[in-house]
């Protein structure tokens, strides 16, 4: 146990003795002031078990301190009417010292009946309406048979003391409570932590109680004082077992699912970086190694019909042609896989990065087919950003690239926006071209997906996967809004750090 833990507990057990000093004081001057506190004290304990035991039913599985809880809201309002039906009170004028010890010994019953009723719900269901009908019938016989049809037998004649009854009752009682320790410890593995410890604690401390109460003569007198205090004790450690389950044991639970989650979230998160790194280590060699057979296949077969076309029929020629072209459109894919596989392992490390510059470079690389198409390509002031410079003109080569391929008929207008937000720039890449249905959203940007046939457009399905691969490599994210026939804008954000 930490110290702090000790420091605490000592400190508790001693603010314990000091209340029981305290009350020992005010029993020898009034002590009808001591039972009162002492029940108060009691009342209150026995009505939070109470309220904790149902505001945390739906916590927990076992219906055992329901059961007790529903107990305990009849045994407080018993235990209520016992004191303020205690000698000296005045509330029942005419009932001596009977009526109290009467009381006393019902609640004693209902209380040990219930401990041992108790450990029946121990993981069951519980019907609530029936276990507070049964003890509102309960209690309200035994006021009944106390106050209406004085049935009740005698507990105490004032100047002899208790009777044989009420003297086998509190033995009676300890015989409920062995009983009902024995049945909790049978099953106490279906309880976590300190809650059988406390429970059984509780309810030696109530045995003990019973064998005080046989033993007063005066219902005022010292043995009377301890019982009423082992009482308090033995209701406390109810309440501890209680909190412990009601508080303690959801949290613990609570944790424990959540650092299991966790574990493996995180085991789950290494698997996947591992296969991720392993994926793309196998793109970049797999890419890189075939393209030295692939350039042997193509040069070859270019040389061949170069040098036998006048030995080749029509359809010869023609299968020439189909070859060569699926050589070159391999190739084509294989170099974009590895530029692919590059972003996320052969990158180079961030530097201040003018976009003006970029913007010209990647530019220049399109010069070609901006001529043919007659492109027009506008632009904001851009800003200076950490980044990798190749990968970001790859990144605007890519989207500019798109705006000018997938044109209508009219010239492609191109606008390259860049917007400072909060954290981070915006940049735009805004067309007038053919514009893409909402529903492709999302798939655009995966490895190898196209919504056009080679023959309409030619590419290999890659560009938009490296732009987002770049955009994430930077801290930054892509999408893209558009409206079909209308054009399209592709808008990404790179952070400012
Ligand atoms: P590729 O251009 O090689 O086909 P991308 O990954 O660059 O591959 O693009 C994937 C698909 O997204 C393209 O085939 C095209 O259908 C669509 N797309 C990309 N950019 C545009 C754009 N500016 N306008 C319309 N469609 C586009």
Not at 457 to 484: D, M
């Amino acid at each position: 146990m930490p110290k702090s833990r000790i420091a605490k507990n000592i400190l508790l057990v001693l603010i314990g003795l000091i209340c029981i000093a305290v009350l020992y004081i005010i029993s020898r001057s009034n002590y009808l002031l001591f039972h009162s506190i002492a029940e108060m004290f009691a009342v209150v304990v026995i009505f939070a078990i109470f309220a904790i035991a149902w505001n945390s039913r739906r916590f927990s599985d076992n219906a055992y301190f329901l059961f007790i809880g529903i107990a305990c809201l009849f045994i407080g309002a018993l235990e209520l009417v016992h004191t303020l039906a205690y000698r000296g009170m005045g509330v029942f004028p005419g009932y001596g010292s009977n009526l109290a010890t009467q009381l006393w010994i019902a609640v004693r019953y209902l209380e040990s009946l219930s401990l041992l009723i108790a450990p029946l719900f121990i993981q069951r269901k519980i019907n609530i309406k029936l276990v507070f009908a049964v003890y509102f019938v309960a209690t309200a016989l035994i006021i009944l048979s106390i106050f209406t049809w004085n049935i009740f037998p005698q507990c105490y004649i004032d100047g002899v003391g208790l009777t044989p009854f009420k003297v086998i009752s509190e033995y009676v009682i300890s015989l409920i409570l062995v009983g009902a320790i024995s049945l909790l410890l049978a099953q106490r593995r279906k309880f976590s932590g300190n809650v059988v410890k406390f429970l059984v604690a509780s309810m030696l401390a109530s045995i003990a109680s019973e064998m005080f109460f046989t033993l007063y003569t005066d219902v005022y007198g010292v043995n009377n004082m301890i019982g009423h205090l082992l009482q308090i004790v033995a209701f406390y450690l109810i309440y501890k077992s209680l909190i412990e389950i009601a508080l303690a044991e959801p949290y613990q639970l609570l944790f424990h699912n959540l650092k299991k989650s966790e574990t493996e979230l995180k085991q789950t998160v290494g698997k996947l970086t591992r296969s991720n790194a392993d994926l793309t280590e196998f793109a970049y060699v797999a890419s890189h190694d075939l393209q030295e057979p692939l350039r042997m296949v193509s040069s070859y077969l270019q040389l061949i019909e170069r040098r036998y076309r006048d030995k080749l029929d029509n359809d010869g020629i023609e299968f020439m042609t189909f070859a060569v072209d699926g050589a070159n459109r391999m190739q084509k894919m294989i170099t974009d896989l590895l530029i692919f596989s590059r972003v996320g392992t052969r990158g180079k490390p961030f530097a201040p990065t003018d976009c003006e510059i970029i913007l010209s470079q990647a530019l220049l690389n399109l010069e070609t087919s901006i001529q043919e198409s007659q492109a027009v390509v506008t632009h904001d002031p851009l800003p200076n950003l950490m980044a990798d410079s190749t990968q970001m003109v790859q990144l605007f080569q890519n989207l500019i690239g798109n705006a000018i391929k997938f044109r209508k008929a009219q010239a492609p207008q191109v606008h390259i926006s860049a917007r400072l937000k909060a954290d981070d720039w915006e940049f735009s890449v805004r067309d007038n071209g053919i514009g893409i249905e909402p529903h492709y959203y999302e798939r655009i940007f995966v490895v190898f997906q196209r919504l056009h046939g080679k023959g309409e457009y030619p590419g290999t399905g890659i560009g938009l996967a490296v732009c987002k691969k770049v955009v994430e490599r930077h801290g930054g994210q892509i999408w893209v809004e558009s409206e079909p026939g209308q054009g399209s804008t592709f808008s990404f954000t790179i952070p400012l750090g």
